[in-house]
C-alpha cells in the first residue's frame, strides 16, 4: 500500500463542507482553506453555491480536475453509496463521519461493503468514525482538530481521536513537534500496520508513537513492528490492561496467560517501546524526537543539590541504565576547581553556591568521557544560583556533545525562563527525576533491540509430520473428543522429539491382570477430554505400591468415573517440574509460556512468553532472563540444569505451534527437569483440539 | 520536649543579621522584617550599629527583653561558644550555619559540644546547617528561602534545604499551601521524631510531609509515627533507595534483607505512606491536603473521551483502589439523560459531545450512591466543549460533597483556565491518569491503618529465659566463637517452644561407634563458626545410607576441616522449606525476615519483613499478605498448611528478638513444614553472637 499521495495529496474535496458554526464540516474546510496548504481545495455540498466565497460543487463529478485525495463528512448512511460512485476517479478517501461498527450491526454492514469497495477499487481508506490527518510540515490540517503543531520528527498515530485533540493541545504548550498526526479510527483498511510503514519511510519521522485500543492483524503488526523497530524507534501506549479475556480456558497454562501480557510480550519481539502510561508515552517520545542517536547505557547526574542528586540516583534503581563511574583521573580534575566540600563521585555534586563557571567546567570534562551516553543536569534555585546563565552554559553544551542532555530544573518562576529556553533549543527539560530515568532507561531498550542480531529464518514447516498429527486429531474428532487421549499426545511428544513417560492402559478396567510393564509404585489416571484437571477432580491416585491397591484405587475410579480410560503411570524420580504450553491468541495466534511449575506457578504470579516463530538461541535468551535463570548456573547447593536441553524441547513445541494452528490448547505439565544427567521428561501432556 | 513557643515565638533575636547583599544574615532578616511577622525582632551584629535602620545591638546580652528564638548565621567556629554564653536566657535556636558534622571530625566535635549544652540547659536547637523555617499563617519566614507560602495545610519537613527553596517555588505555581516549612539541617537535637510531635499537635496541619535522608533514632521514630499516623496522615520521601550496606553480612537472611526495604517495612509497620518519587510526594500531600477525610476503596470515572476512560481506569490496575460496579438502577438513571451510545458502565463514557448539563447530571446521580468514596472527571478539550462551564459544575458539586472529586482536564491552552478555577477552589487537578489514581490510592491505604486495630502489648521480656540465652552465649564467647554450636541453637529454639530435628555429634572424629541413636538415611555436616555455609563449602554430605558410608563422610570431612566439630541428623521428611531470620538493622535495631526456602529464594528475590515487638494477629495478616500466602489455602492439588503454628514458631522467634539483643544474627534454614499434621521443624539454625 503506497500512503505518499495520500499523506500529500496535491488536490482535496472536501465532500460535506459546510460554512455552519459548530459543523464538522466547516471546521475542517476552515483548517484547510487557512492554514496554508499550498494544493488545491475543492469543496462539494449540494445544499451550497458558494462557501466562504468559493466556489461549491453539487457534487465530486462536477470537478473535472484531478483528486488526489476527497474528505468525506456526509451522514453515514450516504457514505458507501458516495465512494462507490467515485471509486473509478479518487483512490484515497478520508472518512471522517461516525456512524459504522461503533453503532452496531448497521454500522457493521456499512464497513463490510466499504471494504469490499476499497478492496476491488484498489482504495486507500482511513476511518471512519475518525478526526482526518495534519501533515506541519505541509501545512495542511485535514482534520477537524484546530490549530497546526510545529514542524518536527514525531509521527502520532491515535486511535482516539479525543486524545489526539487533547495532546495537540498539550504539545503547544510544552513545544513538542510533529511529522505528522493521524487518527485511525475504526481502521476498516489502513490500520496500525499501514501506518507503521508510512512513517517508517516518511523522511520527516523520526519517531513513532501510537495510541491503540485494538491491533487489528497481529501476524502483519508483528512482521510489519519488527521490521520497521530496527531503523526507528516504535512506542506504543495500548490501552485495556485490565482488558477481561472473554474465552473460556480449560488448559492451566492458558487461564494464566493474560491478554495484556501477551501484548507486551509481541511489544518486545517487535523491538516496539511499550509506554506505561500516557505521561510516560508523551515524556518517551519528546525525549526521543530530540535525541541525536540511540542512548547508551552510562549516565552521569550533575546538580546543585546533595538530596536532588541521591533521588535522581534513586531513580535508576531497578533500571537498565546505569550512573557510569567516575576513575581518579577525571575526579581529580573535578577537584581542581570544586570546593573541597564537593562530592566528585557521580552524582557529582556542585554545591548550592555553583554558579555557570562550575556547571561548564563539569560539562567540559564529561564531554572527553567516551564511556558516558547521558548527562542528567539538576538545579535547585538557590538564592544565589544564576539560573539563566546556567541553562545557557547547558545549552552550549548541548550543540557540542552528540551525548543526550537533559535537564531538571526543579521549582516554579524561578526556573520558568530557563526552562522555556531549554524547550527551544530542543533540550528536554523534566520536572521530576523518575520521568527523566525512566525515559532515557525505555529509550535504552531500543537500542539494545536496534542492534542485529543473529538472523534466523523460521524454520519451514515439516508437511509430513504436520499431516501425522492432523490425522491423530481428524480420528479424536470423529469420536466427538475435545482432547486426545495421552496416548495420542505422547505420539505426538515423539514426533517432536520430547520424551514422555511410559504409561500402560487398563481397559478393560475390572480385569486387570497382573503382568504389567511398569513396576511398582505406580500412578494411576483418569484419561478423559472431560477431566481435565485431574488434581481437582480426584482423578489421579499417586504412589500405588502394590496390586492389591492397585485393585482397590482403580475400583474406587470406577465408581467415580464410570465411563473413563485409565491409565498408570511410574513412579518416576520427581525432578524440577516445569510447565510449558500454547494458548491461541485470538488477535496474535499461538502463543508459547512456560514457568516453574508445582506450587510455585501460583508463587511467582508469573510466567514467560515466547511467540514463535523462534531461533534456538532467542529461547535460550528468553530462559537465561527469565525467573528460571539461575536453574543454569552453577550456584550455591546445586547443580546446573540443561539449558541447551530445555531450550531444545522449547524449540520443538514452537515447531509444533506453527506447524499446528489447528490445535486449541497444548499444555505440559509438569515436565520434569534434572541436574544429575537424567533426561528431560514430561509426565503429562493435554491437548485440545 | 515542647516546641510552641519555638515555632511561634514573640521574640526573635538574629545573630549575624548583616545589610550586605548576597549574605543568608541579609536574607534572614528581611524575611522577619519585612513580610509582616508581629512579634519583635532585634538585630545582632557587633560590625554595625544599624541595620535597614533598625537598631543593632553588638551581642545578645544587650538585649534587655525576652528572647524566645535566636536565629545563629555566624561562622560555626563561633557557635559553640555563642550558645554557650547565652544557654541559661535563650532557650530556643535555629543554627543556619554550616561547618559541622558534615566537614569532618571538626564539625563533629562542635556538633557533639553543642549537644551536650543543650542537654545541660534544656535548650531546642533546630539545624546546624539549615535553612530555617517558615509559618505562613504568622507571616513568619525564619529561613533564607525567599517569599512567603500562602497559608495551608500541609506541614513540609525537609532534611534538604535546596529541595525545600525548589519545592516552595513550585508550590506557588501549583497554588499548594503550608501550615509550615520545617528545614531540618544536621538535627543534632530537633530531629524527624520531635517535629512528627509538634505538626501532629498543630492545628493548623492537616498532613505532615517528609523529605528524609536518614533517621536519627529508629526507636523513637517507629513509636512517634506509629501514634501520628493514626490521627494525621504521615508521608515520607526517603532518599537513598540504592544505598549499599556496609556492614559484613555473615548469614542468609542477612544478606537478603535490604536496608530500604526495611525502611519500607518500618514505615508500614508506624502508617507512615511512603512516597516513591518527588512527584508521588508532592500530588499525595496536595491531594491530601484538600481532602474532607480519609479516602475509601471505590471510586468512579466520568468522561467526555472513552479512550481517557480506560486508560484512567488501566491506572487502576494492581491498585488497592477499585472502580466501583454501577447497579441497573442507576445505569437506568444513566440512560435517561445520557445518548444511546453513551456508556454506562464505570468508566462513565458522557461521549466527545457533552456538555455541562450531561456532567452535572452525571454527578448529581452519583452523589447520592453511598458505596462510591471518590469521582475522576475527565475532560478533552474537543472543539465544541465549553470547558470552564464544565469546570463550574465540578467545582459547585464539589462543594456539596463529601466524596473526593479530582479533575483530569487533559491538554494546554484549551483546559489552562479551568485549572487555574480548581486550582483555587481546591480540587486537584491532575495532568496525566496515574498520577491521579497512584496518590488516591495511596491515600486510601491510610485510611486502612486509621482503623482501630485490635490493640495489642508486647509480651514482656522473660527474664529468667533472657539469663538461660545469655549464659549460652556468654559461654561461646568466652571459647572465642563468634557462632553457636547446633547443639547450643537447638537448647534455645526449644526454650522458644520451637522444635529443631535431633543430631548426634561425632566426637571423637575418628572413633565412630556404631550404635548411634539415629537411623539410616543420615545427612552429616561440619558444626562451626567458621564455616557457615556448609552446601557452599562442602561441609554438608546428606543421604548417607549405612555405616559404610558415613565413615567414608567422615573421613572426607576430617580431610577438608581436620579441626571442626561434626554432627549427624537424620534425613527428615522434605517438607516446604521456608527461612527465618532476625538482623540487626543500624538504625532499627532488631528486624525479622521470612520467606520462602530451597532454590525458590533465588527465584522470588523477596522476603518479607516483620518489626518486632509483635502481635500474633500481626504475624498471621503478614503471612497471609506475602507470596506464602497460599500455602494456608485448600486449593488445587494442595492441602493447607498450618497458618497458627506458624504464626506462632514466627511470634517465638520475635520474642528472642526483643529478649536478646546481644544475638547478632539469627539464620533458620531450613524450619520444614507440612501440609500432613506433621510439626513444623527446624533443620539448621545458626546463630551469631
Chains 1, 2 share one sequence.
Not at 60 to 79: G, Q, T
Not at 85 to 110: C, H, L, M, T, Y
Not at 655 to 681: C, Q, R, S
Request: with cysteine.
Amino acid at each position: 500500500m503506497n500512503l505518499k499521495k495520500f499523506f500529500n495529496p496535491q488536490s482535496i474535496a472536501v465532500i460535506g463542507a459546510s460554512p455552519k458554526e459548530g459543523k464538522v464540516g466547516k471546521a475542517i474546510t476552515k483548517n484547510i482553506l487557512e492554514l496554508g496548504y499550498a494544493g488545491k481545495t475543492y469543496l462539494v455540498n449540494p445544499k451550497y453555491n458558494e462557501i466562504f466565497e468559493r466556489k461549491c460543487y453539487k457534487n465530486l463529478s462536477e470537478i473535472k480536475n484531478a483528486v488526489d485525495l476527497a474528505i468525506i463528512i456526509i451522514p453515514a448512511k450516504f457514505v458507501v453509496a458516495e465512494i462507490k460512485k467515485n471509486a473509478e476517479r479518487v483512490k484515497n478517501f478520508i472518512i471522517i463521519s461516525a456512524g459504522f461498527s461503533e453503532i452496531g450491526a448497521e454500522g457493521q454492514k456499512r464497513e463490510k461493503e466499504l471494504f469490499e469497495i476499497a478492496k476491488k477499487n484498489k482504495l486507500n481508506i482511513l476511518g471512519p468514525n475518525c478526526l482526518g490527518f495534519i501533515i506541519p510540515s505541509l501545512k495542511l490540517n485535514a482534520s477537524f482538530a484546530s490549530g497546526l503543531p510545529k514542524v518536527g520528527h514525531i509521527s502520532f498515530i491515535s486511535q482516539s481521536g479525543a486524545l489526539a485533540v487533547a495532546l495537540i493541545d498539550m504539545a503547544k504548550k510544552e513545544n513538542i513537534k510533529f511529522s505528522n498526526i493521524i487518527s485511525i479510527g475504526n481502521k476498516i483498511q489502513i490500520s496500525e500496520s499501514e501506518l507503521l510503514e508510512f512513517a517508517a519511510q516518511d523522511k520527516d519521522t523520526q519517531v513513532i508513537g501510537m495510541y491503540l485500543e485494538n491491533i487489528k492483524n497481529g501476524k502483519q503488526f508483528i512482521e510489519t513492528a519488527q521490521k520497521v523497530s530496527k531503523n526507528k524507534p516504535v512506542v506504543i501506549l495500548k490501552a485495556g490492561k485490565n482488558a477481561k479475556t472473554k474465552e473460556a480456558i480449560s488448559l492451566h497454562t492458558g487461564a494464566l496467560a493474560g491478554n495484556d501480557e501477551i501484548v507486551s510480550a509481541v511489544f518486545k519481539k517487535a523491538g516496539v517501546l511499550r509506554a506505561d502510561n500516557l505521561e510516560n508515552f508523551f515524556g518517551l517520545l519528546n525525549l526521543i524526537s530530540e535525541s541525536k542517536k540511540a542512548l547508551g547505557q552510562k549516565s552521569i547526574i550533575i546538580t546543585n543539590a546533595g538530596g536532588m542528586g541521591v533521588l535522581t540516583a534513586d531513580a535508576f534503581n531497578k533500571k537498565n541504565i546505569q550512573l557510569a563511574d567516575l576513575d581518579e583521573t577525571i575526579k581529580n580534575n573535578l577537584r581542581v576547581f570544586l570546593p573541597k566540600e564537593a562530592s566528585v563521585e557521580n552524582p557529582i555534586d556542585l554545591l548550592g553556591d555553583a554558579r555557570q563557571d562550575r556547571y561548564a567546567k563539569t560539562l567540559d570534562i564529561i564531554s572527553k568521557l567516551p564511556q558516558v551516553d547521558s548527562i542528567i543536569c539538576i538545579l535547585t534555585p538557590q538564592d544565589q544560583t544564576p539560573v539563566e546563565k546556567i541553562a545557557d552554559e547547558i545549552i552550549k553544551f548541548k550543540e557540542t556533545t552528540d551525548k543526550m542532555v537533559v535537564t531538571i530544573f526543579l521549582g516554579g518562576a524561578k526556573v520558568a525562563k530557563a526552562i522555556a529556553k531549554f524547550k527551544e533549543s530542543g533540550i528536554c527539560n523534566f520536572n521530576f527525576p523518575d520521568k527523566a530515568v525512566t525515559a532515557m532507561d525505555e529509550y535504552y531498550q531500543w537500542s539494545k533491540f536496534k542492534k542485529p542480531e543473529t538472523s534466523f529464518s523460521a524454520q519451514p514447516v515439516n508437511f509430513e509430520r504436520r499431516q501425522k498429527v492432523i490425522e491423530i486429531i481428524q480420528k479424536a474428532k470423529a469420536q466427538k473428543r475435545s482432547a486426545l487421549y495421552f496416548k495420542e499426545a505422547k505420539e505426538i511428544m515423539e514426533m517432536y522429539q520430547i520424551a514422555v513417560i511410559k504409561y500402560e492402559e487398563i481397559l478393560p478396567k475390572n480385569t486387570i491382570d497382573l503382568e504389567l510393564g511398569i513396576d511398582f509404585p505406580v500412578a494411576l489416571k483418569i484419561d478423559s477430554d472431560k477431566i481435565l484437571h485431574k488434581t481437582d477432580k480426584q482423578g489421579l491416585i499417586l504412589d500405588i505400591k502394590n496390586h492389591e491397591q492397585l485393585k482397590e484405587s482403580v475400583k474406587k475410579m470406577e465408581t467415580n468415573f464410570p465411563k473413563e480410560p485409565l491409565i498408570i503411570q511410574p513412579m518416576t524420580q520427581k525432578g524440577t517440574e516445569l510447565i510449558i504450553g500454547i494458548k491461541q491468541d485470538a488477535t496474535f495466534g499461538p502463543v508459547m509460556v512456560y514457568g516453574l511449575g508445582g506450587i510455585y506457578t501460583k508463587v511467582l504470579h508469573q510466567i514467560n512468553y515466547l511467540i514463535p516463530p523462534l531461533s534456538l538461541s532467542q529461547i535460550e535468551n528468553s530462559l537465561q532472563q527469565s525467573q528460571l535463570g539461575f536453574l543454569f548456573q552453577n550456584t550455591r547447593g546445586q547443580k546446573k540444569y540443561n539449558l541447551k536441553e530445555l531450550s531444545e524441547i522449547l524449540l520443538n513445541i514452537s515447531y509444533l505451534a506453527v506447524e499446528v494452528p489447528e490445535i486449541k490448547g497444548f499444555d505440559m505439565n509438569p515436565l520434569f527437569t534434572y541436574n544429575n544427567g537424567k533426561e528431560a521428561i514430561a509426565v503429562d501432556v493435554k491437548i485440545i483440539i
